[in-house]
């Protein structure tokens, strides 16, 4: 079509001529109004046009100007090839003087702008200028500079000679008929109509190279608005080629009336020429508008085919996701149910499952039949739609086959639940059984043998209710034997045989009585307190009463067969034990084999990627392979999978393989290794990044060429997943090496390492959710390690703001995601973003942050197990914090106390050291604590030693009114580990900005009351204090008091104490020293404990603060000075 709408405006070129003149009847209608010369469609004998000059006295008049333009055009009417031929000019002077003839021939000898064939001149009629004309003429003939000849001509007839009369208007003789007007409004008529055809067919052409080069959209709305654009376009488009097509029918019709009035009038040339001329226009644009309807059907076809894709595209992700959730929900459906009951009700439950997930099943397949369809009608985009059909299909069949398999467990747990119900009940049959026979008649013979019969039929009904063989239910429920089930079956059958050995011994005891020769005997009654007096006794009673004799004749057997029993029992426990062991160290070993063998692979797989992928990136003979947006990206790609590989292949696999023989030691491979195991937190930053590229250039043909030399089944992206599954694979080999090895040497190993790696997963997973942070100015790495983060309801409760706002607030939670460093805390919002399949991946708006210096917790919130409070600068900002689970509340709270508690070690730490240092007045204790570092290493050693003293630091936080010490066996959750993790990265605990450190009181009536924490106090209940006023010599603590006596002994001069003073117990030192510093003069000393007990009384309540939700007789004492102040000052004085 194209092709077409280029040539089309060269046919209307050609009809007007614009390669000789660009001017039109429009265009000098006023000139060729005034007829001084007219083409009148007459030819010559050779078909040469005729000009004819008719007698126009203003001949000399006319501007140059317009006598050229009017010659131009008038030459430019006739076609190429009669133009060719050559004009001929008819001047008709014959009203004229010769002066003026002259002066017309040589005017248009200089100016006619085409080919002259003859010149034909009327001359002056009168005779006076005949007879001057003609002596003019034959004299002056080279003024005339004519190429052709030029012909005087005295009369009408004499122009007849050369010219046919039919071919000259009746002015000059003739018979043609020709109206100057009509003929003025034709020619206009043609050339519009020229010219709209020209405009239609560039308006065509431009409307046909934007569809062409229109991108097809990558979405429903954005297709089917360009569909709908495209088509308002094509029905204005149809309507001007329709409008086009009227016009030039009713010029067609405007040329041929007057040659429809009568059969005497003949068209002449020049009107067969226009007739032509408009036939000819109007043919091409039903050839252009033709063309035009079948490039827009095409057009069409393909917009429509688009839209097509566009919905079964969107279909289709709403389909994948909705069975991507059903799969979901199948592989959490694990549960095989522990009895008959819940194992039907599980079965209700799939049917019910199943029932509702069959519209997403049935709208998949639909859309994959709705696909094959959109195939068979020869989409354009084959190649996008089939996969996306299998893969419905395949996730449809994959679903139904989980649910089958499911169904086939659950129907397999069934199975094995009736069996096991089967036997108890036959079991509790046979139990009643013997307890409900008749002792009294048992000992006849006759009453013996029906008493073995009945004992006979009864073990014959338990063919097919008991457990036959225990190994074949083992082997033929292995995929829902759960440990719990396993238990299960091992007790039931437990049960039977001990079910049975009661009515083999029943039988043995019947068959000795039936065998006995018959005497009389005189039956004795048994004793009341043995049997009832029922007639029909219940199963319950007849089994408390076979209970009690059985333990009566156990006692009556004396302790020599209990001797023997317990020598049995004993050595069947060695036994037992001694198989177990070696049956554990076959499970060890087999775990080592999967470790090893997993590992050899893992490397292989690792290097087979570097090399047929990272390192093909770099080779000149596939450089044309990669697209441009691969290039220079290998980085990016494959991040430091190389790292990864050399940590793998030169050390960690070669270490594994010292463990074969005891891998129950593992566990210190993997710990002497952890800190290197950190690469992999950096490959999974760096993942998404990669994913990202891989999905834009996964159909790059570098990929395949590589995947066709490797031959693998599986694309790279398959591979670049490895190191992140084979770092989760690490924990559960490791769990299950543990299971095995529990009473082994390297058990605390193998646990030690499971947590490392385990938080190496951890660290992994909260890296990708900091990266994800935005709006935050500073360095995050400024704030320390990430310790913990989460989402939670917060709700905010400020001291400064209006009433109304503290109060909504309060009922108005928001959603923060909370991320815990050591040095702050930073409040987040979660915002998720668009994406495919697992890039959906959520980021966090910036909120605020809060300085863990300044910040304190209260553990528990009355009315919600699941809530704490943080706060910050002595509650002037409270946030109420709501965790998902009382589990991670508690997580939390114990991590948050951890900070809490370094910094306030970290505090006491500078201020014993600046106390240290000021202190002139006594001898250091020892040499060792001169030391700051010694010294702190000292202290943290007696905390460990007194855990169990109610004062030490571990007593923070409890919601009793006494700290209590920590049960035997267990740490306090606050005391540090005593035994240093190696994967920890070690992270300064001092804190960077004592300002602001907060106090508050902790309230003790109940459990719910809350707990306050923070850096800077050290709470303390004070009733035993208050009794005597003053403070025994165990219960000293740092705090504000009051020097009730003055006792000079022990006390430095430096401290310039007197009765009355407030001092500051700052730091206890070692060998019984407190830093003491006397508030009135700011002062400072040590001094000893014994000393400060006789001069010391507590200072009050002063200063303290009351929870919020404390009741009014729990009155626990916090030391009335903020640690902030001697810190603050002890910081000052080491900066200084």
């Known amino acids: 079509m194209h092709l077409k709408l280029l040539n089309m405006p060269l046919t209307v070129d050609e009809i007007m001529h614009h390669d000789i003149s660009p001017l039109c009847a429009a265009d000098i209608r006023d000139q060729l109004q005034k007829r001084f010369a007219y083409l009148s469609g007459g030819r010559g004998q050779d078909g040469s046009p005729v000009i004819t000059f008719p007698d126009y006295p203003a001949f000399g008049d006319v501007p140059d100007q317009d006598f050229q333009n009017v010659m131009t055009y008038l030459t430019s009417i006739p076609s190429l090839q009669d133009a060719g031929i050559g004009f001929i000019l008819v001047i008709d002077r014959r009203q004229d003087r010769w002066t003026s003839v002259k002066a017309s021939i040589l005017r248009i000898a200089a100016s006619f702008p085409a080919n002259l064939q003859l010149v034909l001149v009327l001359r002056p009629a009168g005779f006076f200028q005949r007879t001057l004309s003609e002596l003019a003429f034959r004299f002056n003939r080279d003024d005339f500079k004519m190429k052709v000849p030029v012909i005087m001509l005295s009369s009408v007839p004499e122009l007849h000679g050369y010219i046919d009369k039919s071919q000259l208007t009746e002015d000059l003789g003739g018979t043609l008929a020709y109206c100057h007007s009509r003929w003025l409004c034709h020619r206009t008529a043609i050339e519009s109509f020229a010219l709209l055809v020209k405009q239609t067919a560039q308006m065509l052409q431009a409307f046909g190279t934007e569809l062409a080069e229109t991108e097809l959209p990558n979405d429903v709305q954005s297709t089917s608005s360009v569909l709908l654009a495209h088509t308002e376009k094509k029905d204005r488009a149809k309507e001007d080629m329709r409008l086009a097509l009227v016009e030039g029918r009713r010029v067609l019709e405007s040329i041929r009336e007057p040659l429809g009035r009568g059969p005497e009038q003949s068209p002449n040339q020049d009107q067969l020429d226009s007739q032509s001329t408009v036939q000819r226009l109007l043919a091409q644009l039903n050839e252009t508008e033709a063309a035009f309807d079948e490039f827009w059907a095409k057009h069409q076809q393909k917009l429509e085919q688009c839209l097509q894709l566009r919905h079964f595209e969107q279909d289709f992700r709403e389909v994948k996701a909705a069975l991507d959730v059903l799969a979901q929900k199948v592989t959490t459906f694990t549960d095989v149910g522990n009895s008959l009951a819940h194992v039907q009700h599980l079965l209700k439950d799939l049917a019910s499952f199943e029932e509702k997930s069959s519209a997403a099943v049935q709208r998949a397949r639909a859309l994959s039949q709705e696909g094959e369809r959109l195939i068979g009608h020869k989409h354009y985009a084959v190649d996008s739609i089939r996969p996306k059909c299998h893969e419905l299909r395949h996730l449809c069949d994959q679903f139904a086959a989980d649910l089958e398999r499911r169904r086939g467990l659950l129907g397999k747990s069934l199975e094995l639940h009736s069996l096991l119900e089967a036997s108890m009940k036959w079991c509790d049959e046979g139990i009643y059984l013997l307890a409900s026979q008749p002792v009294d008649k048992c000992q006849s013979q006759d009453g013996a043998e029906a008493a073995l019969q009945e004992l006979e039929r009864f073990l014959e009904t338990g063919a097919e209710s008991k457990i036959q063989e225990l190994s074949k239910i083992f082997q033929d429920y292995e995929p829902i034997l759960t440990k719990d089930l396993l238990e299960h079956v091992q007790r039931v059958f437990q049960k039977q045989e001990s079910v049975e050995e009661m009515f083999h011994r029943r039988q043995a005891s019947l068959k000795k009585l039936a065998a006995k020769q018959t005497r009389p005997v005189q039956p004795v009654a048994p004793r009341p307190e043995a049997l009832t007096k029922s007639p029909c006794p219940s199963p319950g009673i007849r089994r408390g009463s ?104 030169r050390i960690f696999l070669r270490e594994l393989e010292n463990y074969t023989d005891c891998p129950e030691l593992v566990g210190r491979c993997f710990l002497e290794r952890m800190e290197e195991f950190q690469i992999y937190e950096k490959y999974c930053q760096n993942k998404p990044r990669s994913e990202s590229l891989w999905r834009q250039c996964s159909d790059c043909p570098f990929f395949q060429e590589c995947q066709k030399k490797l031959d693998h089944k599986l694309s790279l992206d398959s591979y670049l997943l490895k190191p992140v599954q084979r770092i989760t694979k690490y924990q559960l080999l490791l769990k299950e090496m543990l299971k095995y090895s529990k009473s082994c040497e390297g058990a605390e190993d193998l646990q030690e390492a499971l947590s490392s790696i385990l938080g190496i997963l951890k660290a992994v997973n909260d890296s990708m959710h900091l990266i994800a942070i935005t709006g935050y100015e500073g360095n995050l790495s400024d704030l320390g390690r990430l310790l913990m983060q989460g989402s939670f309801s917060v709700w905010t409760d400020h001291k400064r703001g209006h009433a109304k706002v503290k109060d909504l607030a309060r009922f108005k939670p928001m959603q923060r995601h909370l991320f815990l460093h050591e040095k702050a805390v930073l409040f987040c919002k979660r915002r998720e973003e668009n994406g495919e399949g697992y890039e959906k991946a959520p980021s966090y708006s910036y909120k605020q942050s809060l300085n863990m210096t300044a910040v304190g917790i209260t553990e528990n919130v009355k009315g919600d197990a699941k809530k704490f409070e943080i706060w910050y600068n002595a509650r002037e900002e409270v946030y109420i914090i709501q965790a998902p689970t009382p589990e991670i509340k508690a997580a939390w709270v114990s991590e948050i106390r951890k900070v809490l508690t370094s910094q306030l070690q970290a505090c006491r730490e500078a201020s014993q050291h600046r106390a240290l240092e000021q202190s002139q007045s006594l001898p250091l204790p020892a040499p060792a604590s001169t030391s700051p570092s010694k010294g702190s290493t000292r202290n943290i050693k007696k905390l460990e030693e007194r855990k169990m003293d109610p004062l030490s630091l571990e007593g923070y936080g409890g919601s009793m009114p006494l700290p209590r010490a920590p049960e035997k066996g267990k740490a306090s959750p606050t005391s540090p580990d005593k035994k240093a993790k190696r994967h920890q990265v070690k992270s300064d605990p001092t804190p960077f900005g004592l300002r602001g450190w907060s106090k508050t009181s902790h309230p003790s009536e109940t459990p719910e009351d809350n707990d306050g924490w923070s850096s800077t106090e050290e709470p303390v209940n004070s009733s035993d204090a208050e009794e005597e006023g003053r403070v025994g010599p165990g219960k000293l603590v740092p705090g504000r008091y009051t020097v009730a006596r003055l006792d000079e002994k022990g006390v430095p001069d430096a401290l310039a104490l007197r009765s009355g003073d407030e001092v500051e117990l700052v730091q206890e030192g070692d060998e019984g020293l407190w830093c003491v510093r006397n508030l009135s003069s700011g002062t400072e000393g040590w001094v000893p404990a014994h000393s400060l007990s006789a001069l010391l009384c507590q200072g009050g309540p002063t200063g303290c603060l009351s929870s919020p939700e404390s009741s009014a007789g729990s009155a626990v004492l916090s030391p009335s000075s903020s640690c902030s102040e001697s810190c603050t000052a002890a910081v000052a004085d080491l900066r200084g």
Not at 552 to 570: D, T, W
Not at 640 to 646: D, T
């Open 546 to 649: 076979e209970n009690h004799s059985s333990e009566s004749s156990a006692l009556r057997r004396g302790p020599y067969r209990r001797a023997k029993s317990e020598v049995s029992e004993g050595r069947q426990g060695r036994g037992s034990s001694t198989g177990d062991e070696e049956s554990l160290a076959v499970l060890r070993r087999h775990v080592m084999k999967e470790l090893l063998d997993t590992e050899r692979v893992y490397v292989e797989e690792l290097l087979c990627v570097l090399e047929g992928y990272a390192a093909e990136m770099d080779n000149p003979l596939m450089t044309h392979l990669i697209s441009t947006g691969l290039q220079n990206k290998k980085d990016i790609l494959f991040g430091n999978m190389e790292e990864i590989y050399h940590f793998h292949n």
